[in-house]
């Protein structure tokens, strides 16, 4: 990419390469507990598959529980609990 000279940047600073762009958030869209659940038990594995630093996740990320997980993933897609065998 000629604007970086093919040199990498953290993506935060893309501002200082695109100094127009203004990326926002999207604020409609709240991760749900299940997936927040995903990030923190995988964390270091996901950082080892791709090469990275491992992600710098909210601290309240680490007390959702796998119960709390699985009922927004229910909820999510309105499933029924199925019973334990």
Known sequence: ???TE???HPYKDYRSI???WLIQP???IQASDYWKYVFVRFNKKFSKGYKAE???LPSNWK???KEQAMESLE???KMKKQEEE
């Open 6 to 8: 093919d040199e990498l």
């Open 26 to 28: 999207d604020t409609s």
């Open 1 to 3: 990419m000629r604007e």
């Open 54 to 56: 491992p992600a710098d």
């Open 18 to 20: 695109y100094p127009d």
């Open 63 to 65: 007390s959702i529980t």
């Open 75 to 77: 909820e999510s897609f």
